[in-house]
């Protein structure tokens, strides 16, 4: 992220970037649960 490199805020980047990650493996847990319900599994 841009703080990272503008500030040398290592810290508050690497939390961001960990954030964003679990934000998109929520969503892709979600979407991978709706598309099995799909199934009929």
């Known amino acids: 992220m841009q703080a990272a490199f503008k ?3 290592m810290g ?3 939390a ?3 954030v ?3 934000i ?4 892709t847990a979600f979407q ?3 598309t099995r319900q799909g199934d009929g599994v």
């Open 7 to 9: 500030n040398l805020q």
């Open 12 to 14: 508050y980047a690497s």
């Open 16 to 18: 961001m970037e960990v």
């Open 20 to 22: 964003l990650f679990l």
């Open 24 to 27: 998109l493996l929520a969503f």
């Open 32 to 34: 991978w649960r709706i």
